[in-house]
């Protein structure tokens, strides 16, 4: 049974995992150029402009959920995954949309670090029951603490992404 509160675990994890995914996946970007952010090895694949994107949009979408929950009541349903097996829903390809569109990855970047910075404030300031407030989405329901976390595995997925593309024999250099 979890406090109304987050525990220090959980704060702790939170915190974690949100400064070293955002850490990493800049790192990956860092000092690309255009021709590098747009490179696809095939037509159909994806760039790393696209990965920056798609992850920046699926972010905004978990961080928006969690918020909306947290002004609603508690949830009355369990959630569909534990915290140590929501990795999994990458794997199963169950993907949350993809509904933010930016002119360039600089714009996409600039706005992921605001909201990360926003994410991190919240979660060393919160006082709010993040294990009673939840949503249902199509991969099943999860509370505000697995959203949040829902948002540094899809980050890791995505760096992953990354440094493939950049790891190909094609790849400019």
């Known amino acids: 049974m979890h406090s109304n509160i987050l525990s220090t675990k ?11 995914s955002r850490n990493n996946f800049l790192k990956n970007l860092d ?17 790393i ?9 699926i972010e905004n979408n978990l961080w928006i959920a969690a918020q909306r929950s ?7 349903t369990h959630n569909t995954f534990s915290d140590e097996s929501l990795p999994t829903i990458i794997q199963q390809e169950q993907t949350f949309p993809n509904t933010i569109k930016f002119a360039s990855a600089k714009e996409a970047l600039k706005f992921y670090k605001n909201e990360r910075a926003e994410m991190l404030r919240y979660v060393h300031t919160s ?6 407030y939840g949503t249902n989405m199509d991969p099943g329901n999860f509370d505000c603490y697995q959203l949040i976390l829902l948002t540094t595995i ?3 997925y995505y760096t992953e992404q990354i440094e493939k593309i ?3 024999p094609g790849f400019p250099k």
């Open 10 to 20: 959980e704060r702790h994890t939170l915190v974690t995992e949100l400064k070293s």
């Open 31 to 47: 000092g690309l150029s255009t021709k590098q952010l747009n490179f696809k090895a095939r037509r159909k694949d994806l760039s």
């Open 49 to 57: 402009k696209d990965c920056v994107t798609r992850l920046v949009s």
């Open 70 to 76: 947290l002004k609603h009541q508690t949830i009355s």
């Open 127 to 132: 006082t709010e029951n993040v294990r009673g």
């Open 154 to 156: 899809y980050c890791k």
């Open 166 to 168: 950049k790891a190909h």
